[in-house]
């Protein structure tokens, strides 16, 4: 701890006291996960939470340390907790098998550091702007940082974001890679890959199957129904390779997983945690990026905070946009844009709704409005207020028409 620039061994009091008092939110129990659970607890912290959706399959055995062939089907939170509370004395672990969406402020109030060792964009996202609305200037309280860190392959990152202060994961959304699409014809038509197969399974078949119901890239059931009918489409068209962790990949959009990249990725954010829980040193300002392809090689920079951003930045977003366009292509460029990628928005005015995804009553209402051109619906300098259920809060977009 450095206390007027004089550094005190690690096993001084006042640190062991701050790990003691410290709680922390570990989000994710899979790779990265557990690894970051393990090192949390070895390093001294004593109150951890943990929440995870998943159940363990088969596939999470070669690099989910703490998972055996008996813990198939049960929770990953719950067993992770307790295979760790039995291996590391003094630590009490708390899971929680459900989505984050599933808590309220007051959950997340609790904790000092909030830790996220996920496979998924939109939960990244979630988390990142709930964190960033609960921020209250009055109540130094309400300020939880937020430690994250990612895998891909050999190539990974591990980042400190301090909710309003630094930039926030919607700032850097435009450095991540945009899901693979593949053309409908393609996948209707002539399929030539299992990505086809699978793509055509989950874009066009489930919604005749199943109507309006949302497929849950994070339910079992939902996949094997995936991986069965893009399976029987590969069997129609001679295409073989189809499988339950190739479906999971495509509609999940998941990179296959490394063990020795999710150990070093979970070391680096346990020690920026270890870091700003204790103060014993600087922490990270503010994105490491890791790549071990071709050797080991980090690379440290400070992510800049974007004005406009639509969680964290004071100003507004603008565009200026062909007043021709339809309100289906405004849609389809919002889900595209690379610094908002939403999934399915919805869209207002301060007088009307443009478009409603649901509830069902409503999207039929606003549903003629998709065709109709942006000028008949509002006026240049207006603005939309846009929801998704990609994110807790909602975006300002100003439009203006181009001359």
């Given at each position: 701890?450095?206390?007027?620039?004089?550094?005190?061994?690690?096993?001084?009091?006042?640190?062991?006291?701050?790990?003691?008092?410290?709680?922390?939110?570990?989000?994710?129990?899979?790779?990265?996960?557990?690894?970051?659970?393990?090192?949390?607890?070895?390093?001294?912290?004593?109150?951890?939470?943990?929440?995870?959706?998943?159940?363990?399959?088969?596939?999470?055995?070669n690099?989910?340390?703490?998972?055996?062939?008996?813990?198939?089907?049960?929770?990953?939170?719950?067993?992770?907790?307790?295979?760790?509370?039995?291996?590391?004395?003094?630590?009490?672990?708390?899971?929680?098998?459900?989505?984050?969406?599933?808590?309220?402020d007051?959950?997340?109030?609790?904790?000092?550091?909030?830790?996220?060792?996920?496979?998924?964009?939109?939960?990244?996202?979630?988390?990142?702007?709930?964190?960033?609305?609960?921020?209250?200037?009055?109540?130094?309280?309400?300020?939880?940082?937020?430690?994250?860190?990612?895998?891909?392959?050999?190539?990974?990152?591990?980042?400190?974001?301090?909710?309003t202060?630094?930039?926030?994961?919607e700032?850097s959304?435009?450095?991540?890679?945009?899901?693979?699409?593949?053309?409908?014809?393609?996948?209707?038509?002539?399929?030539?890959?299992?990505?086809?197969?699978?793509?055509?399974?989950?874009?066009?078949?489930?919604?005749k199957?199943?109507?309006?119901?949302?497929?849950?890239?994070?339910?079992?059931?939902?996949?094997?129904?995936?991986?069965?009918?893009?399976?029987?489409?590969?069997?129609?068209?001679?295409?073989?390779?189809?499988?339950?962790?190739?479906t999971?990949?495509?509609?999940?959009?998941?990179?296959?997983?490394?063990?020795?990249?999710?150990?070093?990725?979970?070391?680096?954010?346990?020690?920026?945690?270890?870091?700003?829980?204790?103060?014993?040193?600087?922490?990270?300002?503010?994105?490491?990026?890791?790549t071990?392809?071709?050797?080991?090689?980090?690379?440290?920079?400070?992510?800049?905070?974007?004005?406009?951003?639509?969680?964290?930045?004071?100003?507004?977003?603008?565009?200026?946009?062909?007043?021709?366009?339809?309100?289906?292509?405004?849609?389809?460029?919002?889900?595209?844009?690379?610094?908002?990628?939403?999934?399915?928005?919805?869209?207002?005015?301060?007088?009307?709704?443009?478009?409603?995804?649901?509830?069902?009553?409503?999207?039929?209402?606003?549903?003629?409005?998709?065709?109709?051109?942006?000028?008949?619906?509002?006026?240049?300098?207006?603005?939309?207020?846009?929801?998704?259920?990609a994110?807790?809060?909602?975006?300002?977009?100003?439009?203006?028409?181009?001359?």
């Amino acid at each position: 701890m450095q206390i007027d620039g004089i550094i005190t061994p690690l096993d001084d009091q006042q640190i062991q006291d701050a790990l003691e008092q410290c709680k922390v939110l570990v989000i994710g129990a899979g790779g990265l996960g557990c690894e970051i659970l393990k090192n949390l607890a070895l390093t001294g912290f004593k109150h951890l939470h943990v929440i995870d959706m998943d159940t363990i399959d088969i596939s999470n055995l070669n690099r989910q340390f703490l998972f055996r062939s008996k813990d198939i089907g049960k929770s990953k939170a719950l067993v992770a907790a307790e295979f760790v509370m039995q291996r590391v004395p003094g630590v009490t672990i708390e899971p929680y098998f459900g989505k984050i969406q599933d808590k309220d402020d007051d959950y997340y109030h609790q904790f000092q550091i909030v830790v996220c060792g996920l496979d998924s964009v939109e939960a990244r996202r979630w988390i990142n702007a709930k964190l960033v609305e609960m921020v209250d200037e009055e109540d130094p309280e309400s300020w939880k940082p937020l430690v994250d860190g990612g895998t891909e392959g050999f190539k990974g990152q591990a980042r400190v974001i301090l909710p309003t202060m630094t930039s926030c994961y919607e700032c850097s959304l435009d450095m991540f890679n945009q899901r693979t699409s593949y053309p409908i014809c393609t996948i209707a038509n002539t399929p030539r890959l299992p990505e086809h197969c699978i793509e055509w399974a989950s874009v066009l078949e489930w919604p005749k199957v199943w109507g309006d119901v949302q497929y849950d890239t994070d339910n079992p059931e939902h996949i094997q129904w995936l991986f069965e009918t893009a399976s029987k489409r590969g069997s129609e068209f001679n295409i073989t390779g189809i499988t339950y962790a190739l479906t999971q990949g495509v509609v999940k959009n998941i990179i296959p997983a490394i063990a020795s990249t999710n150990a070093v990725i979970a070391a680096a954010c346990c020690n920026e945690t270890f870091k700003i829980a204790t103060m014993a040193a600087p922490y990270l300002n503010n994105y490491m990026m890791y790549t071990g392809n071709d050797g080991v090689y980090t690379y440290t920079f400070e992510h800049q905070k974007k004005a406009e951003c639509p969680v964290c930045g004071s100003a507004s977003m603008s565009t200026t946009l062909d007043p021709s366009m339809t309100l289906t292509e405004l849609i389809d460029w919002l889900q595209e844009k690379p610094d908002v990628q939403l999934k399915k928005p919805s869209l207002r005015t301060a007088t009307q709704s443009l478009y409603m995804q649901a509830p069902p009553v409503l999207e039929q209402a606003t549903r003629a409005n998709l065709e109709k051109p942006l000028s008949s619906l509002i006026d240049s300098g207006d603005t939309i207020t846009i929801t998704d259920a990609a994110l807790p809060v909602s975006l300002q977009l100003r439009v203006t028409y181009a001359q």
